[in-house]
C-alpha cells in the first residue's frame, strides 16, 4: 500500500497562486500514475490532473488547463500541483491520489486525506 500525505492549501484572494505537495511512502516502486482531484461543497469529487511516473505524461481538466501544472520529483517519491490565477471556483478540498496503472481520470488505489484550498473573491 501506498500512503499520501498532501500540503499546501490555504486561503489566497481571486488570482492568486499556491502549490500543492503530496509525498508518498510505502510501496511506491507500485506507482505509475499519481494524480489531484477535488471536491466542492455539495458536489461530486472531480479530476484535476494526472502525471505518469516515469514518462512524465500529463492530463488535465479543461477547467485548469493553462492555470495549473502537475510535476513531480521521483527522487522525493513528491508531486507537485502549481495553481495559478486561482478563481473561487477552485475553491475545494485536494486530494492526492496514486495507480499502480497508466490512467488518467479514474482508476486510483490510494487516497491522502486531502487539504484545503478556500479562494476568496
Known amino acids: 500500500q501506498v500512503q499520501l500525505v498532501e500540503s499546501g492549501g490555504g486561503l489566497v484572494q481571486t488570482g492568486g497562486s499556491l502549490r500543492l505537495s503530496c509525498a508518498a511512502s510505502?510501496?511506491?516502486?507500485?506507482?505509475?500514475?499519481m494524480g489531484w482531484f477535488r471536491q466542492a461543497p455539495g458536489k461530486e469529487r472531480e479530476f484535476v490532473a494526472s502525471?505518469?511516473?516515469?514518462?512524465?505524461?500529463?492530463y488535465y481538466a479543461d477547467s485548469v488547463k493553462g492555470r495549473f501544472t502537475i510535476s513531480r520529483d521521483n527522487a522525493k517519491n513528491t508531486v507537485y500541483l502549481q495553481m495559478n490565477s486561482l478563481k473561487p471556483e477552485d475553491t475545494a478540498i485536494y486530494y492526492c491520489?496514486?495507480?499502480?496503472?497508466?490512467?488518467?481520470?479514474?482508476?486510483?488505489?490510494?487516497w491522502g486525506q486531502g487539504t484545503q484550498v478556500t479562494v476568496s473573491s
Open positions: 502525471i505518469t511516473r516515469l514518462e512524465g505524461v500529463t
Open positions: 491520489a496514486s495507480g499502480r496503472a497508466r490512467i488518467s481520470r479514474s482508476g486510483y488505489d490510494d
Open positions: 510505502g510501496r511506491t516502486f507500485s506507482i505509475y500514475t
